[in-house]
């Protein structure tokens, strides 16, 4: 048994002891490595070791949740009676109680990338300063990159109850992105270039930097579009941010709470045909892959959206208890600092069979968007309907065009998603505000407001 | 001792900052900490999600020629920060510097009269009820309440090589109520928020008057139709209307940005920005204001810094580092979410100084025009300047009278533009609360203006 499991089951005896019912201690640690670079140096090197533990209780139907840095035997005593103290104040809720024991975790494919602990600093910031350097090399029209930055952190994850097995895993990952500058004659444009692999030899940082310049430079001279009803062709992180939301609203927390704009709609029509989504907490590219879930169940794959139809909804053990289903394996949490709650693990939309070139040939005369700004508060998540912040290039006669920037799309998800005409064939892995793995899709009509 | 300082035993500090000069460096820092708080929510007229913790650590920096090598460990026994030292100093490879003995400073917190932890959690679940009680009895269209409490204690200690020895006590406090309002299909939603640099008196004068607020925007929100597309003059209201300029303005302002010429106002220090009616502040010693402390993270006594003066760009923002390189002085802003962050140049309170219009004959002028009272958020791109705001509660300015409410608009434009286009400043002002994100740290800060009227500016509705 490893240590970390051992203060996981200490805090969960310690807990019954200061009288809860039952218990359920999640505690990590981590490893982790940054660096930043700018102007070809090296601006910081941070290397960290953080180690916390959080215990949630129950005493009759009233959960309480304490947590802690201080991982000795008197330091989990005080996390266990802040655990008890809370409880105390929390309201009887009939569904609540520990998850229930559902089988054995699957077997995954190391999550651990070997070349993660060999990297040395030094090759580490090499790493980052060629993301920066192929950027500024690669269109004269970049005149610097704000920032390149290069992390990386091993994670241990101990979860141990007592009224499941608990268990215990590792993973790796890291990443690399850049924000490049592009100066025109009316103004800077910026770009975003990333990638994401579980080890520092997964990186690509000439395709990392080559996509923040091109991402700025494209984008020099642009202007605002008409407004107007137009197809619409989302690029593969502004589809993310919007499948990032769906993920949220398939949550059955929302569905129960009346928060979400797919409630009561189980079965029904929700999008095309073209659009097909699954929450896969397997998928050995995903970084929110795992054997189990926050609370200990086994992850999987589950259909949400297929043929159209929304098939079910996302559960923990809390929501599956009280929606009469069984858990998905969709404990989520930030943290040991947090309560586990409902989250989609990797959110993964089917590739189509269109290359980007014959999404825009299709779309004929609209917008490429390849940015999205104000996604959270420009949303509205009870009922869907958004309005945010947009820029990308004109479509043509079915091909990019001039860039358009300062303007914004109107819809709601669900008639966004029922407008999806084809989803592309190359999907791609995002990693901003939850795990996606998405194609570009060509939108049938949406409100375009810019002059 | 005042503050936190009593993290740091001085003997301890100072062998800690030895150990991270070890192999070289201009200057050592290191930051204690000692953090704990609770939250709670009520939702469906039940209190949960009951959330008590505690954590400790420290962080050490080490500069040395343009580098900082960063460390932080959890714990602050003085083992745990030795090894958080030499692994800062892992990475150098030159030979030892000596830095000065440390003296300490007199810092006084922030008062706090009544520490919320010396108040009974049963007491914070009674305000949250009270909360709820006030929205769901707001009107028969309020379908849902949903309120949270929290609070938070930072003892923080830092420590230089310089000879600095500071340290802070800092406590705050802060409700949130949300509404939803249902009316068939429309669901609309209202949200309001109180917090501050207080302890629990802050709750002493009718909290529950934000869930009120929260349910009557979500109700008024029920009759809205749709937003208006195009550009006109736009007037933003006060409070929290100020995280219009925190967003356009502020954040081009914090050194970082400009010194890597990612900031539409690099260059621009000493020259007009604005019309000569706009002042403005970042001021991080405001009294029990929720951005406030006494020193930033780094030590440096919290100020109030004119950023705009009559127009004019006046100063910048700076932590240590970026003041360093100006050959200025701080201003006090070196600020980090926790021991786990390097500080950079952040917000504290930030807002335009009241003016001289009427917020209504500032209204009564348009013809045609946007009235935005409070935000849902917003973002911008400090280098280009481009920004967006949705926009949360709103309504139709016609013929000089504020008409029907409007749903889902969106603010669009650029910083410099829309700075310069500010026509009127109101003679009325108050602060809000908002948490700022920025390269992945959160910290509390505090927006503030009167109503403010924008010449020009692109809405985006959701009428086509």
Redesign the interface.
């Known amino acids: 048994m490893s240590e970390l499991t051992e203060l996981a089951e200490r805090a969960v005896e310690r807990a019954l002891a200061t009288g809860a019912g039952d218990a359920e201690a999640y505690a990590s640690e981590a490893e982790n490595r940054e660096v930043r670079v700018?102007g070809g140096?090296?601006?910081?090197?941070?290397?960290?070791?953080?180690?916390?533990l959080?215990l949630r209780i129950w005493i009759g139907g009233s959960?309480?949740?304490?947590?802690?840095?201080?991982l000795s035997p008197s330091g989990i005593e005080?996390?266990a009676a802040?655990?008890v103290?809370?409880?105390?104040?929390?309201?009887e809720?009939e569904f609540a109680g520990p998850a229930d024991a559902a089988g054995e975790a699957p077997a995954l494919a190391d999550l651990s990338d070997p070349s993660h602990g060999q990297w040395s600093?030094g090759q580490i910031a090499d790493l980052a300063l060629t993301v920066e350097r192929t950027a500024l090399e690669a269109d004269p029209r970049i005149?610097?990159v704000?920032?390149a930055v290069y992390f990386d952190s091993a994670e241990r994850v101990a979860i141990a109850a007592s009224a499941t097995a608990g268990g215990e895993y590792e993973t790796t990952s890291c990443y690399a992105y850049l924000?490049a500058?592009a100066e025109g004659d009316d103004?800077?444009?910026?770009g975003l270039g990333f990638g994401f692999a579980r080890g520092p030899a997964g990186l690509d940082p000439v395709a990392i930097g080559r996509e923040g310049a091109e991402r700025a430079s494209e984008m020099i001279g642009s202007s605002?579009p008409a407004?107007?009803?137009c197809p619409v062709v989302l690029d593969q992180t502004v589809a993310a941010s919007f499948v990032g939301l769906l993920g949220n609203a398939a949550g059955a927390d929302a569905v129960q709470?009346?928060?979400s704009p797919l409630a009561e709609r189980l079965g029904e029509e929700v999008a095309a045909e073209a659009f097909v989504l699954h929450d896969d907490g397997l998928d050995p590219n995903g970084f929110a892959t795992a054997p189990i879930d926050a609370e200990g169940t086994p992850r999987r794959r589950t259909a949400l959206i297929e043929a159209g139809r929304l098939q079910t909804f996302l559960y923990d053990s809390y929501t599956a208890r009280r929606g009469g289903a069984a858990s998905t394996g969709n404990a989520g949490r930030s943290g040991y600092?947090?309560?586990p709650g409902v989250s989609a693990s990797n959110l993964v939309v089917a590739p189509g069979t269109s290359s980007l070139e014959d999404l825009l040939r299709q779309a004929g005369d609209g917008v490429y968007i390849n940015d999205v700004?104000?996604l959270?508060?420009?949303?509205?998540?009870?009922?869907g309907?958004?309005?945010?912040?947009a820029?990308g290039r004109a479509i043509k006669e079915g091909e990019k065009a001039e860039p358009v920037?300062?303007?914004?799309i109107?819809s709601d998800l669900v008639s966004m998603l029922r407008a999806v005409k084809a989803a592309g064939s190359e999907s791609r892995w995002v990693p901003f505000g939850g795990s996606v793995s998405v194609p570009p899709l060509l939108i049938g009509e949406m409100?375009?407001?810019?002059? | 001792m005042s503050g936190g300082k009593g993290l740091l035993d001085p003997a301890v500090a100072e062998r800690v900052i030895a150990r991270a000069l070890a192999n070289g460096g201009e200057f050592a820092e290191v930051f204690a900490e000692r953090r704990s708080g609770?939250t709670?929510a009520i939702?469906?007229s039940?209190?949960?999600?009951?959330?008590?913790?505690?954590?400790?650590?420290a962080g050490v920096r080490v500069l040395s020629g343009?580098?900082?090598?960063?460390?932080?460990?959890?714990?602050l026994d003085p083992a745990d920060l030795e090894r958080a030292a030499s692994?800062?100093a892992?990475?150098l490879r030159g030979d030892r510097a000596k830095p000065r003995p440390l003296s300490a400073e007199a810092v006084q917190p922030q008062p706090i009269e009544r520490p919320p932890g010396d108040i009974p959690?049963?007491r914070?679940?009674e305000l949250l009820r009270e909360l709820d009680e006030r929205a769901r009895s707001s009107g028969a269209e309020i379908?849902?309440a949903m309120a949270s409490y929290g609070e938070a204690r930072r003892e923080v200690a830092v420590a230089n090589s310089e000879g600095l020895l500071s340290g802070d006590d800092r406590t705050r406090v802060r409700i949130g109520a949300q509404a939803?309002a249902r009316r068939g299909d429309r669901?609309?939603?209202g949200a309001e928020t109180l917090g501050g640099h207080r302890g629990f008196e802050l709750f002493d004068d009718d909290p529950a008057a934000i869930a009120a607020s929260a349910a009557d925007k979500a109700l008024t929100l029920l009759d809205a139709g749709p937003?208006p597309?195009?550009?006109m003059p736009v007037v933003v209201g006060g409070g929290f209307g100020g995280v219009l300029f925190h967003e356009m303005t502020g954040h081009g302002l914090e050194a970082d940005h400009i010194h890597?010429?990612?900031s539409?106002y690099t260059g621009k220090l000493g020259e007009a920005v604005a019309q000569p009616l706009l002042t403005a502040y970042d001021d991080g010693c405001m009294p029990g204001e929720w951005g406030s402390d006494a020193i930033d993270d780094e030590g440096a006594p919290t100020q109030k810094t004119r950023v705009i003066e009559e127009g004019r760009l006046v100063s910048l923002l700076y932590d240590r580092q970026h003041a360093e390189r100006d050959r200025v002085a701080s201003t006090g802003n070196g600020r980090r979410e926790s021991f786990?962050y390097?500080p950079i140049p952040r917000m504290t309170n930030t807002y335009i100084a009241p003016g001289e219009a009427e917020p209504e004959a500032m209204i009564g002028e348009i013809e045609q025009g946007f009235y935005a009272v409070s935000?849902?958020?917003?973002?911008v791109?400090p280098?280009?300047?481009?920004?967006?705001?949705?926009v949360?509660e709103g309504y139709l300015i016609e013929a000089g009278k504020v008409t029907r409410p409007c749903?889902?608009?969106?603010l669009?434009?650029?910083c410099l533009q829309a700075l310069s286009a500010i026509d009127a400043v109101g003679n009325d002002f108050w602060m809000k609360t908002g948490i700022c994100g920025k390269g992945g740290q959160k910290v509390p800060v505090g927006t503030g203006q009167g109503h403010v009227r924008i010449a020009s500016m692109?809405v985006?509705?959701?009428a086509?």
């Open positions: 700018h140096e090296v601006e910081s090197l941070t290397a960290a070791t953080q180690r916390g959080g959960v309480g949740y304490g947590f802690g840095t201080d005080a996390i802040r655990a103290e809370a409880a105390s104040v929390a309201d809720d600093p005149a610097a704000e920032q924000q500058l103004g800077r444009e910026t605002k407004s107007r009803s709470r009346g928060r600092r947090a309560l700004a104000g959270h508060s420009g949303v509205n998540p009870v009922t309907i958004f309005s945010v912040g820029s920037r300062e303007f914004t109107a409100t375009v407001s810019g002059s | 609770l709670l939702d469906e039940r209190i949960e999600s009951v959330q008590s913790g505690a954590e400790e650590g343009g580098t900082t090598y960063f460390a932080h460990v959890d714990g692994e800062a892992s990475a959690a049963s914070k679940a379908a849902q939803v669901v609309e939603t937003a597309t195009g550009s890597k010429g990612a539409v786990r390097l935000f849902a958020g917003g973002q791109d280098a280009t300047g481009d920004f967006v705001f949705g949360n749903r889902g608009a969106t669009v434009g650029n692109t985006g509705g959701t086509a």
